[in-house]
């Protein structure tokens, strides 16, 4: 199969080779020089898997690493990244497989440490949108939190004692507004009371 090819500029250095009929990628101009495509060409398929494979989809992986070394990341956020560099949809596809054949892409690992670091900031439902925001599947929220089990009074005690400061005694006013603002924060109110409720939570 051939496929008649277009060159199109981009707002970056890239220009984007696209295939009539076919997925296209995006190569400098240099290597455009180098592999001799013009305007209209007719290039046979495998000709160009072979071109994409030799700078495009290395390039991805490469850009996927450099991002794993700055910090871990779920794949739905490698993903935006790659797209963000430009970069295709089957070479950011490649790329993703290849980190994670080596392990250094796993949402189940990103959500089960991103849930045990932000627990004692944050709500579940609040750590949950998050981690859904960032791409992690229903299936692997629903395991961490099953795992992890209710939230604690401890994860919340201490912002509690904080945000009280401002109060000059626990009255019933101050544990109403208390209680309404870490409402509004997603944590929920039997939680809250069970900790305004206990005098030894504030020795």
């Known amino acids: ?4 090819i277009h060159l199109r500029g981009t707002s ?5 080779v696209d295939p009539e009929g076919g ?3 995006y190569l400098y101009p240099g290597e455009i020089k180098k592999e001799k495509l013009t305007e209209g060409d007719s290039v046979r398929e495998e000709d160009l898997e072979r071109i994409r494979r030799e700078y495009a989809v290395p390039r991805a992986k490469k850009r996927a690493l450099g991002l794993l070394v700055k ?3 779920t794949e739905k956020e490698i993903r935006d990244k790659l797209k963000d560099s430009v970069n295709d949809q089957q070479s950011v596809e490649e790329a993703v497989k ?3 054949s080596f392990g250094y892409v796993d949402d189940l690992n990103y959500a089960r440490d991103y849930l045990y670091y932000k627990k004692s900031k944050k709500s579940y439902p609040l750590i949950r949108q998050e981690l859904k925001q960032k791409g992690i599947s229903s299936e692997i929220l629903d395991l ?3 795992e992890a089990g209710p939230q604690k009074e401890e994860d919340l005690l201490p912002q509690i004692r904080k945000y009280i400061r401002k ?5 019933a006013t101050a544990k109403k507004k208390t209680c309404a603002h870490f409402c509004r924060k997603g944590y929920s ?3 809250i009371k069970n900790i305004l409720e206990n005098p030894d939570f504030f020795e």
């Open 144 to 146: 961490i939190f099953e």
């Open 189 to 191: 109110s039997g939680l």
């Open 167 to 171: 109060f000059d005694e626990m009255d």
């Open 1 to 4: 199969m051939e496929y008649v």
């Open 98 to 100: 290849y980190v994670r």
């Open 23 to 25: 997925e296209g990628f």
């Open 12 to 16: 970056g250095k890239k220009i984007y």
């Open 71 to 73: 910090k871990d990341r």
